[in-house]
């Protein structure tokens, strides 16, 4: 396993910190939609054993003139406030369709995954939608993997049941997003419903060093193998925490152990300085 034994970047946390900690006013965030300044930025996904890049997460950022770039607490909570997210949300799913025809463009086969409201589950044209999108994209649903978090999805779940059945038939990937604890999700993860689990940092980091967090990890990862779903470990910066994952048998990790979130025009190079060794 070829991996940097540290993380080269600054952790989320930092990130967090550079935007001041604090919401924007909305007169701000108007501009930034209007100016083009939301973008999405993307994190790799990357195989534990072969070391390849499989994919990346689409995670919005915004390119403030002044401020630099800011992470979504910057502007998300007021946008959710004032019923806006939909807008953000068709915003990022668009530029990340056509980075991902970009990669495929440029010889590199990489699903691109995007965060979604549980909420948008209970509109009936969501499927239709979507598979709209990727078409004007020139994708196939393939290429498309939806992530809606645990806590999201478990009071929705009735509602969420047939739409999750409807994008995995027509090819989508679905992931839980921040898996856990969640013991009454487990008899809800099938492949009808679900293509992988995306393992919550709570329970990676530190997990080398806590025998508690190593047992949440190991059901975890256990549930999704007898699935037959992917796994995934969300947060990595430790290469501890990442032999422990490995001797668990997660197939994928995200995280700053490999990289930060990068601007579309970033990941290529990375990939191929990546690639390099």
């Not at 495929?104 to 709209?132: C, G, K, M, R």
Request: glycine fraction near 8%; charge should be negative.
């Amino acid at each position: 396993m070829i991996f940097r034994h540290a993380p080269l970047f600054a952790p989320e946390s930092t990130l967090r910190a550079r935007s001041g900690g604090g919401a924007m006013p909305i007169d701000e965030i108007w501009k930034a939609l209007v100016n083009d300044q939301l973008v999405p930025y993307f994190q790799p996904i990357v195989d534990i054993s072969s070391r390849k890049v499989i994919g990346a997460e689409a995670l919005a950022r915004w390119r403030h003139p002044a401020l630099g770039v800011l992470s979504p607490i910057a502007f998300v909570p007021v946008m959710e406030e004032r019923g806006m997210i939909r807008e953000l949300t068709e915003l990022i799913l668009e530029k990340s369709l056509y980075a991902c025809r970009d990669w495929l463009d440029h010889n590199h086969a990489l699903n691109v995954s995007i965060n979604l409201s549980a909420f948008l589950l209970a509109d009936p044209q969501l499927t239709s939608y979507l598979e709209q999108k990727t078409r004007l994209a020139g994708l196939t649903p393939q290429d498309l993997t939806l992530e809606f978090s645990e806590n999201a999805l478990r009071p929705h779940w009735e509602a969420a049941i047939p739409q999750l059945a409807a994008l995995r038939s027509k090819g989508f990937g679905v992931a839980v997003d921040e898996f856990g604890i969640g013991v009454d999700m487990l008899d809800k993860l099938d492949r009808q419903h679900f293509s992988a689990i995306k393992i919550d940092r709570a329970f990676v980091q530190g997990s080398a060093r806590n025998s508690h967090l190593r047992a949440i990890l190991q059901e975890s990862l256990k549930h999704g193998q007898e699935q037959g779903l992917q796994t995934i470990a969300m947060g990595v910066e430790d290469a501890a925490d990442l032999a422990v994952l490995s001797e668990l048998g997660c197939q994928a990790v995200q995280g700053y152990i490999c990289s930060p979130p990068l601007p579309g025009e970033g990941l290529m190079p990375w990939i191929s300085d990546w690639e390099k060794g």
